[in-house]
Nanobody, 123 residues
Framework: QAHLEESGGGLVQSGGSLRLSCATS????????MAWFRQAPGKEREFVAA???????TAYADSVKGRFTISRDNQNTATLQMNSLKPEDTAIYSC?????????????????WGQGTQVTVSS
């Protein structure tokens, strides 16, 4: 059974950086694309970034392009490096996975989700 667990969230000042990690288990990591989504209070969950299972194709939301970088290793971890953070980046960040090599951007494209980790950016 696939399991995802996020870590690395916390409180940071505006302009700071955080690195989120998503540890996976229970399935063959190599054949699954990975993504990060976020949900702020009172708002719907939104796409942040995604990476193909091969690692050579990525997708980003316009709001994070140039500031966030998604990557994955050959083991079982996907990461989200977040730089130049803004107060509007405050949200619960969740990783998700889907079978296939295309980095999709819709919530409904993903099958398995982690519990999420809180990111708070103070002004």
């Amino acid at each position: 059974q696939a399991h995802l667990e996020e870590s690395g969230g916390g409180l940071v000042q505006s302009g700071g950086s955080l690195r989120l990690s998503c540890a996976t288990s229970g399935y063959t990591f190599s054949y699954y694309s990975m993504a990060w989504f976020r949900q702020a209070p009172g708002k719907e969950r939104e796409f942040v970034a995604a990476v193909s299972w091969s690692g050579d194709s990525t997708a980003y939301a316009d709001s994070v392009k140039g500031r966030f970088t998604i990557s994955r290793d050959n083991q079982n971890t996907a990461t989200l490096q977040m730089n130049s953070l803004k107060p509007e980046d405050t949200a619960i960040y969740s990783c998700a996975t889907r079978h296939g090599n295309v980095p999709k951007v819709r919530v409904e494209d993903y099958d398995v989700w982690g519990q999420g980790t809180q990111v708070t950016v103070s002004s």
